[in-house]
T-cell receptor, first 114, second 117 residues
Framework: DQQVKQNSPSLSVQEGRISILNCDYTNSMFDYFLWYKKYPAEGPTFLISISSIKDKNEDGRFTVFLNKSAKHLSLHIVPSQPGDSAVYFC?????????????FGTGTRLTIIP | NAGVMQNPRHLVRRRGQEARLRCSPMKGHSHVYWYRQLPEEGLKFMVYLQKENIIDESGMPKERFSAEFPKEGPSILRIQQVVRGDSAAYFCATKRAGTGGLNTEAFFGQGTRLTVV
């Protein structure tokens, strides 16, 4: 039962262009969403988050968009840089229900082409 | 990831042995989460602990796995009688208690890679 889905296992983007990573969820109780970046042999690093009361959150080159009706969120990275090459995980939690454990997607491997 | 310490980074055990994984939270963090990542999969929640209390263990296998977070010292994830299927990367994440409605994010350690031979 995959409640958080990242349907693209990999994505290649030219340096300087926009990278768009997508994530879908099925559990209506999820009200908080996060994106993590992970390099090989390291732990996930928090990137950006969004509450379900918002539809957009921006932090520097990273913007997360949330479409609650479609149960879909996306991470935009612009401009993309070589150091952005990593695996990106989408995660969700049901904080409003007192449950802060994270449910992760399976990840998207982003490769930035110089 | 700086500050959340996991050790060992790599652990090799023979089938039937015990594995002990340690997680030392960042200073001021009183909440610990353990996650497991199998090859080519996302991270799966295992257990959520606060000091001396297990809050949510819904992701823990019913047998052989246990976790603790004592008043003093690191959190321990213990796997008894390991089997090949236990081979995975085990990550802990720690956070401070939220106050006044602030959302606090969890910081992950670098993980322990367990290999059962």
């Amino acid at each position: 039962d995959q409640q958080v889905k990242q349907n693209s296992p990999s994505l290649s983007v030219q340096e300087g262009r926009i990278s768009i990573l997508n994530c879908d969820y099925t559990n209506s109780m999820f009200d908080y969403f996060l994106w993590y970046k992970k390099y090989p042999a390291e732990g996930p690093t928090f990137l950006i988050s969004i509450s379900s009361i918002k539809d957009k959150n921006e932090d520097g080159r990273f913007t997360v968009f949330l479409n609650k009706s479609a149960k879909h969120l996306s991470l935009h990275i612009v401009p993309s840089q070589p150091g952005d090459s990593a695996v990106y995980f989408c995660a969700a939690s049901a904080r409003g229900f007192g449950n802060e454990k994270l449910t992760f997607g399976t990840g998207t491997r982003l490769t930035i082409i110089p | 990831n700086a500050g959340v310490m996991q050790n060992p980074r790599h652990l090799v055990r023979r089938r039937g042995q015990e594995a002990r994984l340690r997680c030392s939270p960042m200073k001021g963090h009183s909440h610990v989460y353990w996650y497991r990542q199998l090859p080519e999969e996302g991270l799966k929640f295992m257990v959520y602990l606060q000091k001396e209390n297990i809050i949510d263990e819904s992701g823990m296998p019913k047998e052989r796995f246990s976790a603790e977070f004592p008043k003093e010292g690191p959190s321990i994830l213990r796997i008894q009688q390991v089997v090949r299927g236990d081979s995975a990367a085990y990550f802990c994440a720690t956070k401070r208690a939220g106050t006044g409605g602030l959302n606090t994010e969890a910081f992950f350690g670098q993980g322990t890679r367990l290999t059962v031979v």
